[in-house]
């Protein structure tokens, strides 16, 4: 299966941008060969850069979702309002959104059902604090965050989902776990849920095109979650570049 390079534009980007980066990114003709792209704009721009991407191998998801496919619920916006747009991706339960929208285990564990019933592609993010990485925990921290999100969905299912390590403490940060460290902890991520050793998993927080390739050369790291350095299309292409396995060979 090919490497897996996700964008998390987070609240970046007016249309004129969005649509402004996807034109800038085709022209510069990354390679994919060996990585996948996605990117995640903010709700606005995703029909606009959904179109820019059509027809090309770029494939577009979004940063979260309702669980409800629709209803009294102001301001979401459900699964099947992002498949008419051509949406195949969501990212689930990432750190900010479980930190400043509340969200907790059991509503990722409905979206999580929610948008494998819409058919799309469940990016869910798992990761634990500095206080926790420090204490040992991260392991358990983070298999209990993937056990809850997948509860009651089939291992079929499962495998075909994402999951994303992201250490609190290294989002944004510049500060990285080691490609070891990270390799280890995704191991035990892929054994908590039966199905996850056939799903990629991605790592995430402070990638960048000179760390990559270091990370996806470990077995269990099958690619990224990347923030900051994919609001710039060079760098999110050098990053497809360098994500490839054995990109380092
Ligand atoms: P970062 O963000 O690459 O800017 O650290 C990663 C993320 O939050 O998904």
């Known amino acids: 299966m090919k490497t897996l390079v996700v964008g998390n534009w987070k609240m970046n980007k007016t249309v004129a941008a969005a649509t402004a980066f996807v034109h800038e990114l085709l022209a ?12 995640c704009p903010p709700f606005t721009a995703l029909p606009a850069v959904a179109y820019a991407c059509a027809g090309s191998e770029i494939s577009v998801g979004a940063q979260t979702m309702h669980w409800a496919p629709h209803g009294a619920y102001t301001g979401e916006v459900s699964a099947p309002m992002l498949v008419s747009l051509g949406v195949q991706w969501v990212i689930l339960g990432h750190s900010e959104r479980r930190a400043f929208a509340a969200e907790s285990d059991e509503s990722i564990n409905r979206k999580v059902v929610a948008a494998l019933a819409a058919g799309l592609v469940p990016i869910v993010a798992v990761g634990e604090t500095a206080e926790e990485h420090a204490a040992g925990l991260a392991s358990e921290r983070v298999c209990a965050q993937t056990r809850a999100a997948f509860a009651g969905v089939s291992a079929f299912d499962v495998a075909t989902c994402v999951v ?15 490609p070891e460290g990270a390799n280890a902890t995704m191991g035990a991520i892929r054994g908590a849920v039966e199905g996850l050793t056939y799903a990629r998993i991605l790592y995430g927080g402070s990638v960048k095109p000179d760390n990559i390739a270091a990370l996806v050369a470990q077995p269990n790291i099958d690619g990224a979650l990347v923030g900051g350095a994919s609001l710039e299309a060079a760098s999110f292409a050098a990053i497809l570049h360098n994500a490839r396995k054995g990109a380092l060979a």
């Open 164 to 178: 994303a390590y992201e250490p609190i403490w290294a989002i944004g940060t510049g500060k990285i776990d080691s």
């Open 28 to 39: 510069l003709q990354p390679d994919l060969s060996a990585a996948e792209a996605v990117v």
